[in-house]
């Protein structure tokens, strides 16, 4: 354990060799600030690293991260990355990647108790229960649980679009476009599942804040 710790030391040491011997002054430049054309709304899971899988160097991608890329209403950490991602930083891409094969949508299609995670995949089922019939529909599990997946990206794209935050930046004028994709990690592919909010108008009546 201490080996592995001490290893993450030294590659630290070798990629910051490796960045200043392409360019001198790459940290420099970082270092005056960030205006990221785009936030991130991913999973926790270790292997979908958001810049990494589409290629975006440091600086160019705002980044939260959850269990199952969910977009809680009452979860402050997710609302504070958010105001400050359309209103201080002024993205123009919000992008919630989910990924096939993800642990915590996996555990809503069960009634397994795991402990205090419990609480958070209940939101996760909730997105089950709005979609049943078309889920229990698939017998296949598998596909099943694929399109658990891609559906629960779905839900969590109109709920950023049923935010104060958003529906405000798009009252103002503010260019902000909300897109769905699923990760695959059999492949490493994107799958762009052709969702996107322009404007509250894509939204159920009922959503659509008087601003």
């Not at 400050?84 to 108790?113: E, F, P, R, S």
């Not at 017998?139 to 958003?166: A, H, M």
Request: hydrophobic share 40%.
């Amino acid at each position: 354990m201490e080996n592995l710790y001490n290893q993450l030391l030294q590659n630290n040491k070798k990629w910051v060799a490796s960045k200043l011997e392409k360019d001198p002054e790459y940290f420099n430049r970082l270092s005056l600030g960030q205006s990221p054309p785009i936030l991130w709304i991913g999973c926790a899971d270790s292997r979908v690293p958001a810049n990494e899988i589409i290629g975006a160097e440091p600086g160019e991608v705002f980044v939260h991260r959850n269990i199952a890329n969910m977009v809680v209403h009452s979860d402050m950490n997710m609302l504070s990355v958010l105001d400050y991602a359309v209103n201080v930083l002024k993205v123009k891409h919000i992008i919630v990647c989910g990924h096939y094969g993800c642990g915590g949508v996996q555990a809503a299609m069960t009634n397994k108790h795991i402990g205090l995670i419990d609480n958070w995949i209940r939101h996760i089922k909730d997105v089950y229960r709005f979609h049943q019939e078309e889920l229990n529909a698939i017998e296949n599990e598998k596909d099943r649980f694929n399109r658990f997946v891609e559906l629960n990206v779905v839900e969590q794209v109109l709920d950023l679009g049923k935010t104060s935050i958003v529906q405000t930046a798009w009252e103002s004028g503010q260019s902000v476009h909300v897109h769905g994709w699923v990760y695959d990690i059999h492949d490493g592919l994107i799958k762009d599942l052709d969702i996107t909010l322009r404007d509250n108008k894509s939204l159920s009546d009922v959503y659509q804040l008087d601003i």
